[in-house]
């Protein structure tokens, strides 16, 4: 069964460095997303991203965050300058249409010292 | 944007109970979505609601599309272990409405199934 797949699974950064965490969505989906996942708390939703452009962001995806397509397959997720409260789940999701059910992986775990 | 209220936080019951846990907000949705997150991964679907009203079985779940649009809920029949994880729930606008079709997710609803 096709899957949504993350890398790095953990990654542990010092605070102010950048961090860069990859996605491969699905292969035939169109419409990808980042979202986190503070310990203990809910998923929210950070960017989308369709026909390689952001479509929507929320308050979260300030100017320390960027999202790119390199290639046909990889999206990924940078953080400029980490910040301590940036530790969290990052999870990728991708879907086939615009309002179809969402796809996630499996999540990057992200600490920052 | 919207704001979820799912409860209860935490449901610590034995196997084979019944188990109930649901989603208000102060405003319509127009698709409720129940998904399931096991520890370390990432949520999957259990099952997706389009139509106030509609009440939908998978297995042993069975969720309903409250009449308001602007509640849901999700029962659990006869736990096992293999229940245990985070439920949430999320609600969804449809572009025609004008609002934004990004899943807005609850708080989570930690299940814990002693044998």
């Known amino acids: 069964e096709p899957e949504v797949t993350q890398t790095p699974s953990h990654q542990v950064t010092q605070m102010g460095q950048e961090v860069i965490l990859r996605c491969v969505p699905i292969s035939n989906h169109l419409y990808f997303y980042w979202y986190r996942q503070i310990l203990g708390q809910k998923v929210e939703f950070l960017v989308s991203f369709y026909n390689n452009e952001i479509s929507e962001k929320s308050e979260i995806f300030d100017d320390q965050f960027s999202v790119e397509r390199p290639d046909g397959s990889n999206f990924t997720l940078k953080i400029r300058s980490t910040k301590l409260e940036d530790s969290a789940m990052y999870f990728c999701?991708?879907?086939?249409?615009?309002?179809?059910?969402?796809?996630f992986g499996e999540g990057s775990r992200l600490t920052v010292l | 944007g919207q704001q979820l209220n799912q409860s209860p936080q935490s449901m610590f019951i034995q196997e084979g109970e019944d188990v109930s846990m649901n989603c208000t907000s102060s405003s319509i949705f127009n698709t409720w979505l129940w998904y399931k997150q096991d520890p370390g991964e990432g949520p999957v679907l259990l099952i997706a609601l389009y139509k106030a009203g509609e009440l939908t079985s998978n297995g042993r779940l069975t969720a309903q599309f409250g009449i308001t649009r602007k509640d849901s809920f999700l029962n659990i029949s006869a736990s096992i272990p293999s229940d245990v994880g985070i439920y949430f729930c999320a609600g969804q606008l449809a572009r025609a409405s004008g609002g934004s079709y990004i899943p807005t997710f609850g708080r989570g609803t930690s299940l814990i199934v002693h044998p």
């Open positions: 999701a991708s879907t086939k249409t615009v309002s179809g059910e969402l796809f």
